[in-house]
């Protein structure tokens, strides 16, 4: 049996999630037509109402439904150290250490030539920009530890090369509590290169 036009459009419009086959749109279709009209409504409102509202922070680039966000507006953050990071969610993780009074700086995305994602997709001149205006002191670099993540972090430190701001590259490493047999080969080995001095 074939679906009718508005339950196949349905289907179709939530296979753009990510992860989702025609299987598992059906799915969701059926259930919110079945057994949740109600959340069927507040999602499609919510996405209407988010989408509309939702632009980028002008100084930082993360979703942000006021022209600066609250991070960038703050008067209690130091905007002498910016980090780098490739996703909005990134920043999230950051922030919910509560261990960061920095501000941030998010690429949305990495260098990728294959894709055709190159460094004006990423903001970087504007980020180069910021930092010659001189307030930023320390740049703290914390892509992935990807091919991708790497290559763009080197990228962007090749582009200050004669800078004098200070350049940092976060350390991957042994996870909190975690046993170094159990730790994989890759990050092992970024543990290792990223050891800091004790004394
Ligand atoms: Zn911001």
């Keep these: 049996m ?10 179709n419009a939530l296979r753009c999630l990510p992860g989702v086959g025609p299987k598992s749109a059906q799915r969701m279709a059926l259930h919110l037509l079945e057994r949740d009209r109600t959340g069927a ?3 499609s409102s919510a996405l209407v109402e988010a989408v509309e509202k939702i632009g980028e922070c002008s100084q930082c680039r993360t979703l942000s439904e006021d022209p ?8 209690s953050r130091d905007r002498t150290l910016l ?15 509560g261990g960061f009074n920095g501000v941030y700086y998010v690429l949305k995305g990495h260098l990728s030539p294959i894709d055709g994602v190159g460094p004006e997709a990423l903001g970087i001149d504007q980020l ?12 703290i670099l914390a892509t992935n530890p990807t ?12 582009q200050l ?22 730790v994989d080969g890759g990050t092992l080995a970024h543990a290792l290169a990223g050891r800091r001095s004790l004394r």
Excluded at 128 to 139: A, F, N, S, T
Excluded at 162 to 168: E, F, L, N, Q, S
């Design 83 to 97: 980090c780098v990071l490739e996703s909005p969610v990134d920043m999230m993780a950051i922030e919910q250490t």
């Design 68 to 75: 600066v966000c609250e991070i960038c507006a703050s008067q």
């Design 128 to 139: 180069l920009d910021r930092i010659d205006q001189g307030e930023v002191e320390e740049l």
């Design 147 to 158: 091919v991708e993540g790497e290559a763009t972090s080197h990228y962007i430190a090749e």
């Design 161 to 182: 090369r004669d800078h004098p701001v200070r350049i940092t590259r976060i350390a991957h490493g042994v996870p909190v509590g975690g046993e170094l047999e159990f």
């Design 41 to 43: 409504q507040t999602l």
């Design 2 to 11: 074939a679906f009718s036009p508005l339950l196949q459009n349905l289907v």
